[in-house]
């Protein structure tokens, strides 16, 4: 038996006709894939190739970086899930090396900085959540 019977070739740019760029275009900007998706879907080699394609005959501004990209683009709820479960796991981590760098400089130094560091954290929410 040899697996699922699915061989990809590999593509060279000549097999690409107008109505593909397109099509793949049109998928990529709509949110249904990534142009990373779209090129690893379609066997399409070129690391920039999809993008190339986007900057031509797309309708979005693809020459900006992709923070501000995606801030132009309508998020799928599943992207946004996504995007903000990323942001939260950032934080905690930031939150953790934070945290380790006022233990350190706590127990090295005599800081005192955790009781100092959390009171004014808490002001500093107090203050926000009445401006708010």
């Given at each position: 038996m040899s697996g699922s019977g699915l061989v990809r070739r590999k593509r060279t740019q000549r097999d690409y006709n107008m109505g593909f760029k397109l099509a793949v275009v049109?998928?990529?900007e709509k949110g249904e894939l990534t142009y990373?998706?779209?090129q690893s879907?379609?066997?399409i080699q070129g690391r920039s190739t999809v993008l190339n394609w986007l900057r031509k005959h797309g309708k979005l501004d693809w020459s900006t970086t992709r923070h501000r990209t995606m801030s132009n683009l309508q998020e799928t709820p599943e992207q946004k899930i996504k995007r903000l479960e990323k942001e939260?796991?950032?934080e905690r981590i930031r939150v953790m090396v934070m945290d380790g760098m006022i233990t350190i400089m706590d127990e090295e130094?005599?800081?005192g900085l955790r009781k100092k560091y959390l009171s004014e954290l808490r002001e500093h929410y107090r203050r926000k959540g009445k401006s708010a």
């Amino acid at each position: 038996m040899s697996g699922s019977g699915l061989v990809r070739r590999k593509r060279t740019q000549r097999d690409y006709n107008m109505g593909f760029k397109l099509a793949v275009v049109e998928q990529v900007e709509k949110g249904e894939l990534t142009y990373k998706q779209a090129q690893s879907r379609y066997g399409i080699q070129g690391r920039s190739t999809v993008l190339n394609w986007l900057r031509k005959h797309g309708k979005l501004d693809w020459s900006t970086t992709r923070h501000r990209t995606m801030s132009n683009l309508q998020e799928t709820p599943e992207q946004k899930i996504k995007r903000l479960e990323k942001e939260l796991e950032d934080e905690r981590i930031r939150v953790m090396v934070m945290d380790g760098m006022i233990t350190i400089m706590d127990e090295e130094y005599g800081a005192g900085l955790r009781k100092k560091y959390l009171s004014e954290l808490r002001e500093h929410y107090r203050r926000k959540g009445k401006s708010a």
